[in-house]
Nanobody, 122 residues
Framework: QVRVVESGGDLVQPGGSLRLSCQAS????????MSWFRQGPGKGREDREL??????????NYTDSVKGRFTISRDNAKNTMYLQMSDLKPEDTAVYYC?????????????WGQGTQVTVAS
């Protein structure tokens, strides 16, 4: 059974830090590209924004608004991905989702978690 579970969301003041975790099971974690997406207040699933991604080999990418503030990492031995967030801003407020994806030829396998709420407010 596939499970993708996010944790670590919280209410934090502007300028603060948080670390999100994504614990996965039921699939070969090390073979999947992992990403963090976020869905802002009042926005639908179709508006989810890619925040950061990490390939099976550790190559990372970030959306411009979080570069220098967020760091994505993964521990394949623990089937876990992380997002270290610092210097948080009110506009970072969103539900953060973990995504796992693997492309095999013309087919794509993908899994989503249920999300964890991050609120940045004073």
């Amino acid at each position: 059974q596939v499970r993708v579970v996010e944790s670590g969301g919280d209410l934090v003041q502007p300028g603060g830090s948080l670390r999100l975790s994504c614990q996965a099971s039921g699939f070969i974690f090390s073979a999947f590209a992992m990403s963090w997406f976020r869905q802002g207040p009042g926005k639908g699933r179709e508006d989810r924004e890619l925040v950061a991604g990490i390939s099976p080999y550790g190559t990372t990418n970030y959306t411009d608004s979080v570069k220098g503030r967020f760091t994505i990492s993964r521990d394949n031995a623990k089937n876990t991905m992380y997002l270290q967030m610092s210097d948080l801003k009110p506009e970072d407020t969103a539900v953060y989702y973990c995504n796992a994806e693997r492309r095999m030829g013309s087919a794509t396998m993908g899994y989503w978690g249920q999300g964890t709420q991050v609120t940045v407010a004073s």
